[in-house]
Nanobody
Framework: QVELVESGGGLVQPGRSLRLSCAASRRIFNNAVHMAWYRQAPGKERELVARVSSGSTPNYADSVNGRFIFSRDNAKNTMYLQMNSLKPEDTAVYYC??????????????WGQGTLVTVSS
């Protein structure tokens, strides 16, 4: 069962914007204690892009701070990553992720399948 489904990736020119979406099941969205976006560039390790814990404001990697914006729409069970002023070094596969606590004792993490963002002229 796929519980996080990403969309919105593609080819974009440097300086332009792109918005990624991550649709979650209601179970995941309602019980998430944190949500995050990660990315993995070719030949590099996966890195955290943005993370927000319940009741907190998002934290961003230094490389994207001021350009990327995390948001969520509770009515649609969807989180977003608005990416502005894109640079070639932002090229990567982007993943959404959530830490879920369905009950007092339980905790698990779920990942989306990834969506490719290519920044190139």
């Amino acid at each position: 069962q796929v519980e996080l489904v990403e969309s919105g990736g593609g080819l974009v020119q440097p300086g332009r914007s792109l918005r990624l979406s991550c649709a979650a099941s209601r179970r995941i969205f309602n019980n998430a204690v944190h949500m995050a976006w990660y990315r993995q560039a070719p030949g590099k390790e996966r890195e955290l892009v943005a993370r927000v814990s319940s009741g907190s404001t998002p934290n961003y990697a230094d490389s994207v701070n001021g350009r990327f914006i995390f948001s969520r729409d509770n009515a649609k069970n969807t989180m977003y990553l608005q990416m502005n002023s894109l640079k070639p070094e932002d090229t990567a596969v982007y993943y959404c992720q959530a830490g879920v606590k369905p009950n007092i004792e339980g905790y698990f993490e779920v990942w989306g399948q990834g969506t490719l963002v290519t920044v190139s002229s």
